[in-house]
Structure formats: C-alpha cells, structure tokens
C-alpha cells in the first residue's frame, strides 16, 4: 500500500508559478512510474504530466507542455510538478498517482494508476 500526499497548491495569479509536492510512503517509491492529473467539477480528471520510474522519460499534456515540469526525487519518495505561467485555465484540484511500473513507460489513462493523494487546489486569477 502506498499512501501519497500532495502539498503546495493556492492561490496564484496568472503569469504567477507554483510547485507542487508530492510524497509517498513506503521503501518502494522508486518502483513507481508517477503522475499527475487534474479535475475541474464537472469534467473528468485529465492527465498533466508522467515521470518513469527512472526519471529518464517525462510526459506532458499539450496544453502544459513547455510551462510545466515533473521531476522525482527519490531519496525524498517525492515527486513535483513545477508550474510556470500559469493560466485561468489551469485552475483545477491537482492530483498526484502512482502507477506500479508494469509496463515500460507512463500511462495517460486514470484506470492505470494505482494510487492516488487527496488533491490540492490551485486557483489562477485573471
């Protein structure tokens, strides 16, 4: 069992930055592709952003791409998402997932992630 906490969001206006955190419990945390995904009400949870478990590979959303970026620290079973730029339209609750790395690279799917925080909201002002 994995338990994975997120932390980091608020409220931010655009152009603004944040980084968000997310640590994981457990000594298996390398073994773990993890990702991150966000939700508006209303709408389904939409994938951002996959790191593998390597950290050698990350994968983004289009409509991130170029102003976010996921790194891991494993000595910390941490993961991040570094947001930049930020958008009215990136205001979402964010989520952070582990995905137990069955397979050689990230999904973008939410029915491949085994684990997932609680989330943390970010708001964007205009």
């Known amino acids: 069992q994995v338990q994975l906490v997120e932390s980091g969001g608020g409220l931010v206006q655009a152009g603004g930055s944040l980084r968000l955190s997310c640590t994981a419990s457990?000594?298996?945390?390398?073994?773990?592709?993890m990702g991150w995904f966000r939700q508006v009400p209303g709408k389904e949870r939409e994938f951002v952003a996959a790191?593998?478990?390597?950290?050698?590979?990350?994968f983004y959303d289009d409509s991130v791409k170029g102003r976010f970026t996921i790194s891991r620290e494993d000595a910390k079973n941490t993961v991040y998402l570094q947001m930049n730029s930020l958008r009215p339209e990136d205001t979402a609750v964010y989520y952070c997932?582990?995905?137990?790395?069955?397979?050689?690279?990230?999904?973008?799917?939410?029915?491949?992630?085994?684990?997932w925080g609680q989330g943390t909201q970010i708001t964007v002002s205009s």
């Open positions: 997932a582990a995905d137990r790395g069955l397979t050689v690279l990230p999904s973008r799917t939410t029915g491949r992630y085994d684990y």
């Open positions: 457990g000594r298996t945390f390398s073994s773990y592709h």
């Open positions: 790191i593998t478990r390597s950290g050698g590979a990350k």
